[in-house]
């Protein structure tokens, strides 16, 4: 599937409450719309950068950067994928190069964190599990598990519904996820862990790009309608090496846990360059001393997988019951 078939095909997928829509395409009833085009965006210039990330992992390279310029916002990327994204009042327009990671995966991950944070909604990157009507949001940082887990607990009767990043809707008194795309990127000894489950459609098992070892899994039926759910509690993973224990589960105290999600925004440190800072150090309050944050801590090892997903079945369970 090339760039632009997958970018299209976000129009009929939910996408974090936002409709994306095209004139062949018209926009589905949702919280948002936003038009969906592609082509050449013009270069913005360096003076109108209002913020920069660079973060040089083990793998590659990644460099971040919003421009604000006239009527329009330029969002740059250059990582797996490189590209930008321009957001103005009549849309989103999209400029992606061919090789690498896809402009979607982006897209409905750090693009639209620019446009829904600065509609008021916290953006986390955090995978969404639902269950029974709850949702239950999922923190850490890349690198540590996070997909393996949360893809495991859907064999515990959750519904796996965002995948790296969550978009919080308040309505005054309790806070909401809406669904995004059924896929999430596995490291190749996860997908053959997975390999029998019936959770994803085997037949669409590929490589993420010929360069990067993940693969993209679709879920099958995860997602078939674009409804909020209520969120219950948020939880930080930590995987630890050399505990050989069973779960544990424990309260953060609010001080740490706002903390914690300051580190797990999607957009860094951009919301002072947005004039946003203010407001949603207040929101993320409101947030902790609305929710519950917890800490689970478990054994490392895709051998205890099943065992640690039980574990915190049975937790959650008694938690709501």
Request: hydrophobic share 35%.
């Amino acid at each position: 599937m090339d760039n632009n078939t997958a970018l299209y095909s976000l129009c009929s997928v939910p996408l974090h409450g936002v409709s994306l829509f095209t004139d062949s395409k018209p926009a589905i009833k949702n919280k948002y719309a936003l038009r969906l085009s592609s082509g050449k965006v013009e270069s913005p210039s360096q003076e109108s950068a209002i913020w920069k990330l660079t973060d040089k992992g083990e793998r590659y390279k990644s460099v971040i950067e919003l421009h604000r310029e006239n009527d329009r916002q330029v969002l740059m990327i250059d990582c797996e994928g490189k590209g930008a994204f321009e957001f103005t009042e009549e849309g989103i327009k999209v400029d992606w190069h061919a090789n690498g990671t896809g402009p979607a995966h982006y897209l409905q991950t750090i693009g639209l964190s620019v446009f829904l944070e600065q509609k008021g909604h916290l953006c986390l990157h955090a995978n969404t599990l639902v269950k029974e009507g709850q949702a239950h949001l999922f923190l850490a940082p890349s690198r540590t598990g996070k997909s393996t887990l949360t893809t495991a607990l859907t064999h515990e009767g959750f519904t796996l519904t965002t995948d790296d990043m969550a978009a919080l809707f308040s309505d005054g008194n309790a806070f909401s996820v809406y669904p995004s795309w059924p896929k999430v990127r596995l490291w190749p000894d996860s997908t053959e862990y997975f390999a029998d489950s019936a959770s994803f459609d085997k037949t669409t098992v590929k490589k993420v790009h010929d360069r990067f070892a993940k693969n993209e899994i679709t879920f099958t039926g995860q997602m078939s309608e674009d409804k909020p759910a209520q969120i219950s509690a948020l939880y930080f993973l930590n995987r630890a090496e050399n505990y050989t224990g069973p779960v544990e589960i424990t309260r953060i105290a609010n001080s740490k846990a706002l903390i914690l999600l300051m580190q797990n925004s999607m957009l860094g440190d951009a919301y002072k360059a947005l004039g946003i800072d203010k407001q949603r150090v207040g929101s993320l309050a409101t947030l902790i001393n609305t929710l519950p944050v917890y800490e689970i801590k478990y054994p490392d090892g895709l051998e205890r997988l099943t065992e640690v997903c039980r574990q915190i079945n049975e937790w959650i369970s008694a938690k709501n019951g």
